[in-house]
């Protein structure tokens, strides 16, 4: 086998149990990583704030990837690598959409705002764990377009609703802007989606290319864990990749390795089965 340079695993589904914590277990098979010399991070559609005490946990000192790839820094922020902005006028025109075909929009203002996410009203539906998780960071207005006229660049915005109604924002934003945003599929349960629309050249994979040259390691002997949609592109990329037992079907599809779920400590067995057993 292939000597594993780098390993970089997702939170929310993937190291993150549904109670969104690290079980010991996980956080010890980490640690055998690193001490194995072994580097490790987290690749995350978390921003910053949300997932700084996860990272800070296993006292992971490189760069991070959050927000699918639209920031890279390291978690002290002393070392900042990439920040890609939505343009504003994509924003105003993704949000005229929404309101358009019955989707519930969420702006995103900021990278390092601990209050960062705009809505205009309380969500309704199947992603509304998401939402009461998120409560603390999130302002009430009631216009964002008028937000986002006074705002030239945003992080990004969340698209929310049924999936043909959702696919018809996107469908219709690219007609304007074509290559000028990247939209990113998150989650979808049953027949909603939760998609995310990012600045040019966004996403997990685009994110991997940065570390790899940094620790001079190629695809082959890269692992990757993750669970779900926009975990696939960076899965297909690297020699390694592992998915939850939890991972939907088209996830599952593209992984070498099928380890067990987010609440059976599957990160840790997946570091167990490949990497110290091997070794």
Not at 136 to 143: H, K, P, V
Not at 162 to 172: F, L, M, R, S, T
Request: charged share 25%; aromatic share 10%; net charge negative.
């Amino acid at each position: 086998m292939t000597m594993i340079k780098l390993v970089c695993i997702d939170l929310d589904g993937t190291l993150l149990d549904d109670k969104k914590e690290i079980s010991s277990k996980n956080r010890e098979a980490i640690k055998e990583l690193q001490k194995l010399g072994v580097q490790v991070t987290i690749f995350t559609g978390r921003s910053y704030h949300s997932a700084l005490a996860y990272v800070n946990q296993l006292d992971i000192q490189i760069p991070v990837v959050f927000q699918n790839g639209a920031l890279i820094c390291t978690p002290d922020r002393q070392k900042i690598f990439r920040q890609v902005w939505l343009d504003g006028e994509i924003a105003i025109s993704a949000v005229e959409l929404s309101k358009q075909f019955d989707v519930y929009p969420v702006v995103y203002e900021s990278f390092f705002s601990e209050k960062d996410m705009y809505v205009e009203s309380d969500y309704e539906g199947a992603f509304e764990e998401y939402f009461r998780q998120n409560l603390s960071r999130t302002n009430f207005i009631s216009d964002l377009i008028g937000f986002l006229q006074k705002t030239p660049k945003i992080v990004e915005i969340a698209l929310v609703g049924h999936v043909e109604n959702v696919q018809a924002v996107v469908e219709n934003l690219s007609k304007k802007y074509e290559s000028q945003f990247t939209p990113v599929k998150n989650r979808q349960i049953d027949d909603t989606v939760f998609l995310e629309i990012f600045g040019k050249d966004v996403g997990k994979e685009i994110a991997l290319d940065f570390l790899l040259n940094l620790f001079d390691a190629s695809p082959s002997d890269t692992m990757f864990i993750g669970d779900n949609y926009n975990d696939l592109e960076v899965m297909k990329k690297v020699g390694y990749p592992v998915a939850m037992g939890n991972a939907p079907d088209e996830v599952k599809k593209v992984a070498k390795f099928i380890t067990s779920t987010n609440n059976d400590s599957g990160v840790a067995k997946a570091i167990e089965e490949i990497l110290i057993k091997r070794r």
